[in-house]
């Protein structure tokens, strides 16, 4: 048995967005796939809890799910491309949810539906409604996903790295419209992400996941301005900034272990600089710290971690 995610804990609040952040194959997309209960076979859920509205959705039946799944948790794919389905237009597509969901008659969904496009910024959304998937643009297919799980406002949303594969300009978009829409709708956001620069611009907390664990977790500033865990120190280093240009840019040395068979003790500590011999022999524990934070780490309380973004 592979354990793509061991032991991941977080929370959101109302109102609130959660970056969850790591390197690919980090569980970053399992964790999402968990919440709505949709990890594909023969991947499963062995154990733990997932509280949403004081419910465990794990003790739900399919039934229930499927009336949470859209309408009261929205999920954004990675790649819209491969979740719009390519021999239906725009409108039934969408129609299909608000028909579900909300009980409207076709008509009426198809109404909601251009309402819909027009809210994401689809110019001639009356057209768009009568498109097919591969008559539209990536950043009008993104758009239309981000439609999709908004048709029936829930009170989360879970938004899988949303502007993969978008040039910077559609990224910047597509970043605008989630943040307004999350305002407008007084939502909590998961997003789902490797780019430390959306992080910034767009978490209020943020978790960081290394090789199917939480290394650290903690609000965006203390993150960036005072990292606790060598793994978070890494990225931030790694990560271009314009003050450092000239300086050659830093790298995680290693890969991601194989979690077939995970390193023993703390599974960063083959690419840490900062690892003693108990990083090896002993797993660390999640442990809080004084500033509210919680960290995975045997040495989080002695290192002093500078980050080269800091203000």
Known sequence: MVKAVDGVSFHVEKGETVGIVGESGSGKTVTALSIMRIVPPPGKIVEGRIVFQNFDLLAQTDDT???????????????????????????????EVIMRHQGLQKKDALYRAVELLRLVEIPDAEIRINQYP?????????????????????????????????????????????????????????????????VAETCDRVTILYAGQVCETGTTEQIFQNPKHPYTEALLTSVPHLALRKKELSVIPGNVPNLIEPPSGCRFHPRCKYALQVCTDQVPKLEPLEDGRWVHCHRAKELELKSPVAS
């Open 65 to 95: 799910m499927r009336r949470i799944r859209g309408k009261e948790i929205g999920y954004i794919f990675q790649d819209p491309t491969t979740t719009l389905d390519p021999i239906y237009t725009v409108g039934e597509q969408l129609s």
């Open 134 to 198: 591969h008559e539209l643009s990536g950043g009008t297919k993104q758009r239309i996903a981000i439609a999709r799980a908004l048709s029936c406002t829930p009170s989360l949303l879970l938004a899988d790295e949303p502007t993969t594969a978008l040039d910077v300009t559609i990224q910047a978009q597509i970043l605008e419209i989630l943040k307004g829409l999350k305002k407008r709708f007084d939502m909590s956001m998961v997003l789902i992400t490797h780019d430390m620069g959306i």
